[in-house]
């Protein structure tokens, strides 16, 4: 039987670190990682035959769990008749409607091939449509991995515990602006200072890329605010949120019913259904700057792919008020369970939870975690222990204390009380 050893050790040297995308190689919890060749709902099957509840979601797009037989039959009708063919495709109008009626403010979308590639565009659109060049972002938000956004940034670079990236130049890092999480006064300086010169402020609409850390009241708001008065553009990064959260709506963090909408959006994981998509939206009159109507300059080969497309329409027309309860239901299930296992177990911690996305911060209810420095403070130390005793026991988390974990419509009542029974011993590692 091949093993999960074998393969990371072939893989190791072929790819740099044996993957291709950091935080798969379980650099911050140790061991080896496993690789997964199956998915059913809430499980995934690993190459020797072990079977795990899911936690990681392909790290989001499973919003109505793997191989979702809608999902599967959608893609498998459209790759019959071929697998793209980069022309105009009927399902591209089906997917940008689908995301405009459920998105106030998403008035025209751009679909490109993943996260990075929208936010990397959405900063061009930004100063192309507003002259200007500084982006601000927030310490601890990730919004993939283009050159000038790698600053301070969350997921994997917080993972690695890097400041930034090798291979950013200052001349690219310098027009980015980052400051503290949830830090009003520093918001407000930063528009005092370089007023007039600022593009666009990034922000993830709920951060849950340095955990999940909630927005304070209000503090949205003042992005909104502080853009709309100094011409410059709000870009809300839903990579994550969208189509997840349920706070406000389907649509993701945003319209919280206060009134407002970010000029533009960002959306991947789920839009795409499992496969690689993922768009910008928002004015009309800010989108029409992107070419062929305007000067600011996005292409693709695979932008709007077919095949993704029916995966992302197939997602979007199943997820119903009904997923969205029940993945709220068994989130909070799975988080007070969480937390009633590591205070048994006597391990001081905060569950971080919006709506149905939630991670784990060790050492920290003194103050909770509402930034990247309080975030970093934790007992990270604690996770790696932690995260083990799960994957023993056959749940897969994140191998990262800085990322959220990820239900789905099919978390049934038989995979969380999985997650459960397995919860008290993984808090006793953590203790010990
Ligand atoms: N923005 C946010 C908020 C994300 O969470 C991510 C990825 O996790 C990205 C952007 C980048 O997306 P991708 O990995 O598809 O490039």
């Excluded at 405009?100 to 490109?112: D, F, K, L, W």
């Excluded at 990034?202 to 909630?214: D, L, Q, Y």
């Excluded at 945003?254 to 991947?268: I, V």
Aim: hydrophobic share 45%; with cysteine.
């Amino acid at each position: 039987m091949t093993t999960n050893q074998d393969l990371f050790t072939t893989a190791q040297t072929l790819m740099p670190g044996g993957v291709n995308s950091p935080v798969r190689a379980f650099g911050s919890v140790g061991g080896t990682p496993v690789s997964m060749v199956e998915g059913n709902g809430p499980y995934l099957t690993d190459v020797e035959g072990k079977e795990y509840v899911d936690l990681v979601g392909s790290w989001g797009p499973a919003l109505l769990g793997h191989s979702h037989p809608a999902v599967m039959d959608a893609v498998r009708a459209t790759v019959e008749k071929g697998l793209g063919f980069g022309t105009s495709h009927p399902l591209e109008s089906e997917l940008a409607e689908l995301v405009r009626s459920r998105v106030p403010g998403a008035e025209m979308i751009r679909m490109v091939s993943t996260g990075t590639e929208a936010t990397m565009t959405a900063i061009r659109l930004a100063r192309g449509a507003t002259g200007k060049n500084l982006v601000v972002k927030f310490a601890g938000c990730y919004h993939g991995h283009s050159d000038g956004l790698l600053a301070a940034a969350g997921s994997g670079v917080a993972t690695l515990g890097l400041p930034g990236s090798a291979g950013v130049t200052e001349a690219q890092a310098w027009e980015t602006i980052v400051i503290e999480y949830n830090d009003r006064e520093a918001l407000e300086t930063v528009f005092a200072e370089h007023s007039g010169n600022i593009a666009a402020v990034i922000t993830e609409a709920t951060p849950a890329n340095m955990g999940v850390v909630a927005p304070e009241p209000g503090f949205n708001q003042l992005i909104r605010d502080l853009t709309a008065a100094h011409g410059a553009l709000m870009i809300f990064d839903e990579v994550m949120t969208g189509f997840r959260i349920t706070e406000a709506g389907y649509w993701g963090a945003s319209g919280r019913n206060e009134g407002w909408t970010p000029d533009l959006f960002t959306f991947g994981k789920v839009i795409g259904g499992g496969l690689p998509t993922a768009a910008l939206a928002g004015r009309r009159d800010v989108m029409e700057h992107l070419a062929p109507t305007g000067p600011v300059y996005h292409a693709g080969t695979l932008s709007g792919n077919p095949v993704a497309m029916a995966a992302g329409v197939a997602t979007l027309n199943n997820a119903t008020a009904g997923v969205y309860e029940h993945i709220d239901l068994k989130a909070q299930v799975v988080a007070d369970g969480l937390a009633a296992a590591l205070t048994d177990a006597g391990v001081d911690h905060t569950i971080q939870k919006v709506g149905s996305l939630f991670s784990l911060a060790f050492g920290t209810s003194a103050t909770g975690v509402h930034n990247y420095a309080e975030a970093q403070a934790q007992e990270s130390f604690r996770y790696g222990p932690f995260f083990h005793a799960m994957l023993e026991q056959g749940v897969y988390l994140p191998p990262s204390v800085f990322e959220a974990w990820f239900l789905s419509a099919a978390h049934d009542d038989a995979a969380v009380d999985r997650i459960l029974q397995a919860l008290p011993q993984a808090a006793q590692a953590a203790a010990d």
